[in-house]
């Protein structure tokens, strides 16, 4: 069971910045693809971001690319969302998720997921 827990979520301005992370409890890590997705008020779940094991692979929502960047250190069991020129309609639960398939955008393949964090961004 691989439990994942996010954090750096927070409050930021239109036009500024802010990174999530996840971090992983099992070793296993290291070749599970990983992925962001993110859940606004009143709105389905929906795919940010995803990376492959090896780190070598990444793809993007239309609505973030150019915008974030999905990142990890296997060495740390960690995954990374770096989010800038944030926008007010990004606001929204974030949540990191793990599969043993390869990158996918499908949140259905994504055998575990994380708790969710919180990020608000004022206009």
């Known amino acids: 069971q691989v439990q994942l827990v996010e954090s750096g979520g927070g409050l930021a301005q239109a036009g500024g910045s802010l990174r999530v992370s996840c971090a992983a409890s099992?070793?296993?890590?290291?070749?599970?693809?990983m992925g962001w997705f993110r859940q606004a008020p009143g709105k389905e779940r929906e795919f940010v971001a995803t990376i492959s094991w090896s780190g070598e692979y990444t793809y993007y929502a239309d609505s973030v690319k150019g915008r974030f960047t999905i990142s990890r250190d296997n060495a740390k069991n960690t995954v990374y969302l770096q989010m800038n020129s944030l926008e007010p309609e990004d606001t929204a639960v974030y949540y990191c998720?793990?599969?043993?398939?390869?990158?996918?955008?499908?949140?259905?393949?994504?055998?575990?997921w994380g708790q969710g964090t919180q990020v608000t961004v004022s206009s």
């Open positions: 998720a793990a599969t043993g398939t390869p990158i996918t955008t499908h949140s259905w393949q994504y055998r575990y």
């Open positions: 099992d070793r296993t890590f290291s070749s599970l693809t």
